[in-house]
């Protein structure tokens, strides 16, 4: 009876043995299929190594399952084979720097530096005829409002110091004869006699001065009206050498009053 179950048990594992044989056959003509290598050749090798495989002895015992380690460790290529992982193309990392193009700076356009315009030419400044004024003291036209009588004693006292003549100017700034007589005084030839020979006071009696017209009377005798300008020459005292007022006016020229002045220096 116990024998009989060992048979039996041999039998079984035989049969596995078998089984797993075959099952590692088919599965190496599949793979060398696949490969392209001729599957009748192969066959036939695993057929008569399967055919030739002998049986195991009836009597052996327990320790038949060694065979079954052998087939799976000759299975393990194929496995290996059959279980290459497919080729697979690296995701792109999401931490893969990101390149950034730097933003366009804009600047404002330089604004054109400013020109400054070129001056304008200039005329050149007309000279006016500026009132003459040498060591005689003579100025155009008559101070208003002055101290006339303080300014003839103040020339008196210079007279006598250097010798010359005092020619006292009786007028008004509206007398188209004083101006006249102004123009001849101004000029180069009878400035140069008044500087030369005379100090000079303009004494202004067309404001109505009665201070003005006193002085006026001063030196010159007589009533009535004055015909301007009234000329008056003093010495270095202060006594009048001579007076227009009664004499009369000589020509308004540099001829009339050049004459004049050299005759009374």
């Not at 078998?18 to 056959?25: H, Q």
């Not at 931490?95 to 700076?105: M, Y």
């Not at 004055?226 to 540099?254: A, C």
Request: charged residues 15%.
């Amino acid at each position: 009876m116990a024998a009989h179950r060992r048979k039996q048990r041999t039998a079984g594992i035989q049969g596995f043995v078998r089984f797993s044989a075959v099952s590692l056959t088919v599965a190496s003509a599949a793979v060398a299929t696949a490969c392209g290598v001729g599957g009748s050749k192969n066959d036939a090798a695993q057929n008569v190594s399967v055919a030739a495989a002998p049986d195991a002895p009836a009597d052996q015992g327990t320790g038949a399952p060694a065979p079954m380690e052998a087939a799976t460790a000759s299975a393990s290529p194929t496995a290996a084979a059959t279980s290459v992982p497919p080729t697979t193309r690296p995701s792109p990392s999401a931490s893969s720097p990101v390149v950034k193009r730097p933003a366009a700076t804009t600047e404002a356009a330089p604004r054109p530096a400013r020109t400054t315009a070129a001056p304008a030419p200039t005329r050149p400044a007309v000279k006016k005829s500026a009132p003459v004024s040498g060591s005689s003291g003579f100025t155009s036209g008559y101070p208003t409002g002055a101290d006339a009588r303080g300014a003839v004693k103040a020339a008196v006292a210079a007279a006598k110091a250097d010798g010359k003549k005092v020619l006292i100017d009786f007028g008004a700034n509206w007398c188209g004869n004083c101006k006249a007589a102004d123009r001849v005084f101004a000029t180069s030839g009878v400035g140069a006699l008044l500087d030369a020979s005379y100090h000079v006071v303009k004494v202004d009696i067309g404001s109505q001065d009665s201070s003005a017209f006193d002085l006026l009377r001063d030196y010159c005798s007589g009533e009535g009206a004055y015909k301007m300008p009234v000329l008056v020459v003093l010495d270095g005292n202060g006594k009048v050498v001579t007076e227009t007022h009664s004499t009369g006016n000589p020509e308004l020229t540099e001829t009339g009053l050049g004459a004049f002045l050299r005759k009374w220096a």
